[in-house]
């Protein structure tokens, strides 16, 4: 995965702003019509409005189901659903949810109502770490993370992540960030070698393996069409 440029600042949605995710030909033409590069992408918690927009929380739902299935081909099923509207907005009620959104005019008055367009998200859990020389027990995880595929290569990934790791520092209070990742038990699978390579530029270190899939997300198991296990990655956040 190809993402080095640095993240941008978080700045916060009005809150009278309207969220919303273009579909693929809208978000499309958009890009065809603009002479000028889009701006980097925002972040910031979901709004809590969020949790009551059940348009907006379809797809984004269909925008992490599309680019799992994608990324995960050859060790989920293709009817695999990562995420669902139900589950997102009791993570935006919880405050477990960031979200990254462009915004197609940046001119707007934070008292207007603007569309803004979310080109990607990650979920802030709590955690606790499961390395033995960690001096710090108390953790956070990031997961679900996912970015439109438009917009890949733009740093929206990096900046999420950054934004969920000074999330972790500074509202949780804790001192490690976790990631975990599926992979086959006993193969490569390209993109997840790519992505395992990424969180090691990023700082993270592989502490733990959990190979009891079966036993802890029964639900994932049924539709794996591999063996597989996941990796666990720690950060310590200073």
């Known amino acids: 995965m190809a993402d080095t440029t640095e993240p941008t600042p978080p700045v916060q ?3 009278t702003s309207h969220v919303a995710l273009k579909d693929d030909a809208t978000a499309e033409r958009n890009q065809t019509e603009t002479t000028t590069a889009p701006e980097p992408a925002r972040i910031a918690m979901a709004p809590p409005s969020l949790a ?3 348009a907006a929380l379809a797809k984004l739902a269909a925008l992490i189901n599309r680019i799992y299935t994608a990324d995960q081909a050859g060790i989920v099923r293709a009817d695999y659903r990562r995420a669902s509207s139900a589950r997102l ?9 960031a979200v ?14 603007t569309e803004i367009i979310i080109i990607g998200c990650v979920a802030i859990h709590s955690h606790t770490s499961p390395s033995e020389d960690s001096h710090a027990h108390a953790a956070a995880e990031f997961a679900m993370l996912a970015c439109d595929p438009r917009f890949r290569g733009a740093g929206t990934g990096r900046a ?4 969920a790791e000074a999330h972790a520092r500074d509202v949780l209070g804790v001192k490690i960030m976790l990631c975990e990742l599926l992979v086959p038990a006993d193969w490569e699978h390209p993109f997840k070698a790519r992505l395992e390579a990424w969180y090691a530029r990023m700082g993270y270190r592989f502490v733990a ?3 009891d899939v079966a036993v802890r997300w029964p639900r994932l198991a049924r539709f794996l069409v591999t063996e597989s296990e996941y990796r666990v990655f720690e950060k310590a956040l200073v």
Request: negative net charge; glycine residues 2%.
């Open 160 to 163: 999420l992540v950054r934004f």
């Open 209 to 211: 393996t959990k190979t």
């Open 52 to 54: 009551d927009d059940d």
């Open 13 to 15: 949605p009005s809150q």
């Open 89 to 97: 907005a009791a993570m935006v009620r919880s405050g477990e949810l």
């Open 100 to 113: 990254a959104w462009s915004s197609p005019s940046s001119s707007c008055s934070e008292q207007q109502e």
